[in-house]
């Protein structure tokens, strides 16, 4: 063996790149529920070749991100029975991945990153910005899970969170709603700073109910089945 070679680095697969193009789209909501997402059309706009999107698309079905109809591939909508599985789902996983972080977040310099995206999250509120407001928010949930120990348990939750992702607009940009949000921020990040696991998990759990209401109320859903619950938070 001769021992100066160092290994090549490999670009990264296209159909991978393709992949992350279609799901960072998917949950900042440029690609609507419903909307055709045809393998020739998004090559063309894309650039690359067929394979690599259809590469794509089948790893985004597999995670439930998009549904085929045989011909093309399109963002599901929602429906009541939905969004209570996947808030069944995150409501079991999130609480508990909460409650290991809070192991570590005891130290100021661990939580920082979190109590940043928490003052940022406030700022934007204060100048009605809901675009960072948005930005914020997302940084707060990834600076908690990028604490995770369970890194299979970090994927889970990122995962699921993405299913309602790109609902998020129809909930923070009103104000009452961003209210809300960050009561339940500020609630978990007190926990987190108490080192305290069972008070994050219960902040946790009562914030992804505020955020199944609001997402059930903003897509008129409590209309269909006469459920009069209001807008009330997000995560």
Request: hydrophobic fraction near 45%.
């Amino acid at each position: 063996m001769v021992p100066f070679l160092q290994p090549v680095e490999r670009p990264v697969a296209l159909s991978g790149r393709v992949y992350e193009t279609l799901r960072a789209n998917i949950r900042n909501g440029k690609i609507a529920p419903e909307q055709p997402l045809q393998e020739v059309q998004l090559a063309a706009q894309l650039g690359v070749s067929r394979t690599p999107v259809r590469e794509a698309l089948a790893r985004l079905a597999n995670e439930g991100l998009v549904v085929s109809d045989g011909r093309s591939f399109a963002v599901p909508s929602l429906t009541l029975t939905d969004i209570d599985d996947i808030y069944e789902i995150r409501s079991l996983i999130e609480p508990e991945a909460l409650r290991q972080v809070a192991r570590q977040t005891i130290d100021p310099v661990v939580r920082a990153p979190i109590m940043e995206a928490l003052e940022a999250s406030m700022a934007a509120h204060k100048a009605g910005d809901n675009t960072v407001f948005m930005e914020a928010n997302e940084h707060f949930r990834m600076a908690w899970l990028s604490l995770v120990p369970n890194s299979r348990l970090a994927r889970v939750v990122e995962l699921y969170a993405y299913h309602v992702h790109h609902l998020r607009s129809l909930t923070l940009d009103k104000a009452k709603v961003r209210i809300v949000v960050l009561k339940g921020l500020k609630r978990i990040a007190a926990a987190l700073a108490a080192g305290d696991g069972d008070a994050a998990a219960a902040a946790m759990r009562d914030h992804l109910a505020e955020a199944r209401n609001a997402f059930i109320a903003a897509v008129g859903l409590n209309l269909q089945t006469g459920d009069n619950t209001e807008n009330s938070g997000n995560t």
